[in-house]
T-cell receptor, first 116, second 113 residues
């Protein structure tokens, strides 16, 4: 178990640029989640996948955000035309799927995005 | 939809004293409850989870949590606090057949030497 890996750890970009983050989950986990966390707040759900299927996307999520998990392994989160309000820590997590309803999420260390 | 509340932004405890971090939840059906800890510039680490039928659940680093169905609470506890327990703690809930896990806003635990 090598844990959940996220790259890059830090990303600084100028407003209006596109950015892409990568997440490699724990290999036997078929669920993959993306969360966003701002200072002083708890993680906010963005979207999740089971294998390659995106099962839910937060209604709060702008159309500028898109996520993929093309082969059911790693996932990418892309933000187009970044805004300063997108500055946050982006967390990826993986878990087993139901019926393991109490399977905990295993988090990566996150990607910190700063939009200038 | 499920929700979780952590009423305290910060809890201060002297080293060696017992600690409690509060959490209440709202969910349809059986609750799936979790506690996580976050250290600076790191992701969240799983501490413990509620197991149906167990009102006291034991987890990592000597932490435990007390489940109370009538009060819809899942408070995190530790009999004797360590300075190294200082961190940000999150309570989380997953509803049955709703696979999002929703997190509270977090409680910062400060253990005073």
């Amino acid at each position: 178990d090598t844990g959940v890996s996220q790259n890059p750890r830090h990303k600084i970009t100028k407003r209006g640029q596109n950015v892409t983050f990568r997440c490699d989950p724990i290999s036997e986990h078929n669920r993959l989640y993306w969360y966003r966390q701002t200072l002083g707040q708890g993680p906010e759900f963005l979207t999740y996948f089971q294998n390659e299927a995106q099962l839910e996307k937060s209604r709060l999520l702008s159309d500028r955000f898109s996520a993929e998990r093309p082969k059911g392994s790693f996932s990418t989160l892309e933000i187009q035309r970044t805004e300063q309000g997108d500055s946050a820590m982006y967390l990826c997590a993986s878990s087993l799927a139901p019926p393991e309803y109490n399977s905990p999420l295993h988090f990566g260390n996150g990607t910190r995005l700063t939009v200038t | 939809a499920q929700s979780v509340a952590q009423p305290e932004d910060q809890v201060n405890v002297a080293e060696g004293n017992p600690l409690t971090v509060k959490c209440t939840y709202s969910v349809s059906g059986n609750p799936y409850l979790f506690w996580y800890v976050q250290y600076p510039n790191r992701g969240l680490q799983f501490l413990l989870k509620y197991i149906t039928g167990d009102n006291l659940v034991k987890g990592s680093y000597g932490f435990e949590a007390e489940f109370n169905k009538s009060q819809t609470s899942f408070h995190l506890k530790k009999p004797s606090a360590l300075v190294s327990d200082s961190a940000l703690y999150f309570c989380a809930v997953r509803g049955y057949r709703d696979d999002k896990i929703i997190f509270g806003k977090g409680t910062r635990l400060h253990i005073l030497p």
